[in-house]
């Protein structure tokens, strides 16, 4: 664990030093059932990968969690339906996937204090 940490560490003081525009960002955006993230659940989970101020679409990705309780207000503010849900994936796997990215790109979320 602690070896994982330093080498974290290291990777990101690396990419600290570098230029801000050569930089890879994953932007990631969460749409909940609400608005506090104590109580309210993941609905799905979308990102883009940003490598030398370049928006790498084939890399994006979008979705839905399948083990969502209840959607509130999600097909009205994020057009998510039931139809979707039964489709998506669980949120360990949606989680697993994107965690891929991690390694070497800076990140950076909508509405970071949720």
Avoid at 85 to 94: E, P, T
Wanted: charged letters at 20%.
């Amino acid at each position: 664990m602690v070896k994982l940490l330093i080498t974290r560490y290291l990777k990101r003081r690396h990419l600290l030093a570098q230029s801000a525009l050569k930089q890879r960002y994953l932007v990631i955006d969460l749409e909940l059932t609400g608005l506090d993230p104590k109580q309210h659940e993941i609905v799905s989970v979308a990102w883009v990968l940003i490598d030398n101020q370049c928006i790498k679409n084939s890399q994006s990705q979008h979705i839905v969690n399948k083990e969502v309780k209840s959607l509130e207000q999600s097909p009205v503010f994020h057009g998510i339906s039931t139809d979707s849900v039964a489709q998506g994936q669980s949120l360990q796997s949606i989680l697993m996937s994107l965690s891929a990215h991690f390694s070497d790109c800076i990140l950076v979320f909508h509405n970071a204090m949720l």
